[in-house]
């Protein structure tokens, strides 16, 4: 389990120093906030893509060599980020990189391979600490080597994260075990009868009841926390006056309050109200963050007291969600169900940055962050009628 956190970390820690930068660089090649946004949403269409298909694989080949190749592909994707010199240079090497991100699916399909129903939801809260880290110290890293020659740059940000990811990629495939069993070699009897069976069609995962639901929620959620990500330096930048390095010390305080939620509060979260009634907890802090900045004065102190609750709360769907999804998939089909619903997250990152460009864009600074609660009411709302639905009201 360690291993697979601290692999995840590093190619996190990789795709957040790309975070901070990219705005500037979009708009000192020419293109404009909707341009920003789309760079971000190419990244995420193309893991939408691939993310199944990478689950799929690691079911069928194991988890250690599926994740060791995504972390190659992205070496290969910075490197090529790195020598980008105009827009669409920049989308070809997004691109790249989002086919290569269903490290994620995999990474979940892994940890829920060495954890039981009981401590489901730790393990998943402890790949959101890791996300939260990745993007604490992400940000911070790019925005000072992306201000590095006193303009936006991409070279040494880029070259950065091809470092970090393929270190990852050494780590995995020389520590890593294999965690799938029916790769694994394992030689009980339930193993060696489930290794026999052929695998379920992948349609199975959508056929559990209220599993299309389940899935929906995946994508409202990214959508709501892609526009945080997306629109954040660019409302940093009109409302505040921020530069790169400034909007990366915020990202990076944003990050660090996922990761102690994450990694301190999940656990004991979900052992005392379950997933569904955390997630209704989580989604009132975010719609109370959304309040105060659209309705607070444009200023520092909004800022650092609206962004943290917007994303912290919201943040805590990730686990929630996984955690139910792996409870109900077929044991045999994690890597799939778990690779679809990082399809269905990476798809909402695809809709959620042009909704805020658009609105940003064509409204106001702040309008983004009316889309941005409308998913936490949802989030709220689904929640408590899944709890309902389960207990027979």
């Known amino acids: 389990m360690p291993i697979i956190l601290f692999a995840i970390f590093i190619d996190l820690l990789g795709f957040g120093i790309i975070v901070p930068i990219l705005p500037f660089l979009t708009l000192k090649y020419g293109g404009d906030a909707m341009v920003g946004t789309a760079l971000v949403s ?27 190749a995504t972390f190659l592909g992205s070496t290969i994707a910075y490197i090529a980020l790195a020598f980008s010199s105009n827009l669409i240079m920049l989308f070809v090497a997004r691109a790249m990189s989002g086919m290569m991100a269903g490290n994620v699916g995999i990474a979940m399909a892994a940890m829920s391979d060495l954890t039981d129903e009981s401590n489901r939801g730790r393990a998943m809260g402890l790949i959101g600490a890791t996300f939260g880290l990745g993007f604490a110290f992400g940000p911070f890293i ?13 070279f040494l940000p880029a070259l950065a994260a091809a470092s970090f990811s393929c270190t990852a990629m050494f780590l995995t495939a020389r520590f890593m075990p294999e965690t799938s069993k029916h790769r694994s070699g394992e030689d009980d009897e339930e193993s060696a009868a ?30 709501g926390q892609s526009i945080c990500f997306a629109i954040t330096p660019f409302w940093a930048q009109a409302t505040l006056g921020w530069d790169q390095v400034k909007v990366g010390f915020l990202l990076a305080g944003v990050g660090l309050c996922v990761a102690a939620i994450q990694s301190l509060a999940i656990g004991p979260l979900f052992k005392k109200f379950g997933e569904l009634k955390s997630l209704m907890i989580g989604a ?23 962004f943290p609750l917007v994303m912290s709360g919201l943040t805590v769907s990730f686990p929630a969600l996984n955690s139910i999804l792996s409870k109900r998939a077929d044991k045999r ?12 997250s990476a798809l909402g990152r695809v809709f959620g940055p042009l909704a805020g460009g658009m609105a940003f864009a064509g409204y106001s600074a702040n309008s983004p962050f009316f889309v941005v609660a409308s998913t936490g009411a949802i989030a709220f709302v689904w929640a408590l009628t899944e709890v309902r639905r389960l207990n027979g009201a």
Not at 333 to 344: E, R
Request: aromatic content about 8%; glycine content about 14%; proline content about 7%.
């Open 333 to 344: 089909l994690q890597g799939t169900a778990l690779g679809f619903s990082s399809g269905m």
């Open 194 to 223: 489930e290794t026999k069976k052929p695998l379920p069609h992948w349609s199975v995962v959508l056929k559990s009841p209220g599993q299309l639901a389940l899935f929906a929620m995946f994508f409202i959620t990214a959508v």
């Open 142 to 154: 790019g925005g000072l080597l992306g201000s590095v020659g006193g303009e936006p740059n991409i």
């Open 42 to 68: 190419i990244y995420s269409l193309m893991t939408f893509l691939a993310g199944p298909l990478w689950g799929r694989l690691s079911d069928r080949i194991g988890r250690r060599p599926a994740l060791a």
């Open 284 to 306: 009132s802090a975010h719609l109370i963050g959304c309040t105060i900045l659209l309705f607070g004065p444009g200023t520092v102190t909004t800022a650092l007291i609206a």
